[in-house]
């Protein structure tokens, strides 16, 4: 069992299968890693792939990271959320 965390301790996390290779930290700006001198200010993207999901209006594609299992709008909407705090107001137009 092995630990991880960003630089300044927001994300961390411990296990097997280590941290997921997209995982950011907005405050201090680095990458999730297994030992303090692997930090990288460079983000990793989330990668995508479509899955398909049973919705009450039938199949839809759904597209999700295959490192940290979010979905698309999961993560827009976070990015959305820690890239603009002061205008809520902007969150609302789709
Ligand atoms: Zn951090
Ligand atoms: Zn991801």
Known sequence: MKGWQCR???????GSDGP???????VCGTTVETSPELHKTERRPHE???E????????K????CKFCYRTKAEIE?????????MNPQEGKTT
């Open 77 to 85: 909407a976070t990015n959305a959320e820690t890239q603009r705090p």
């Open 52 to 59: 398909t999901v049973e919705t009450d209006e039938g199949p």
């Open 61 to 64: 594609p759904l597209s999700r």
């Open 48 to 50: 995508y792939y479509v």
């Open 8 to 14: 300044c301790g927001r994300l961390k996390g411990f």
């Open 20 to 26: 997921a290779a997209c995982a950011f930290c907005e």
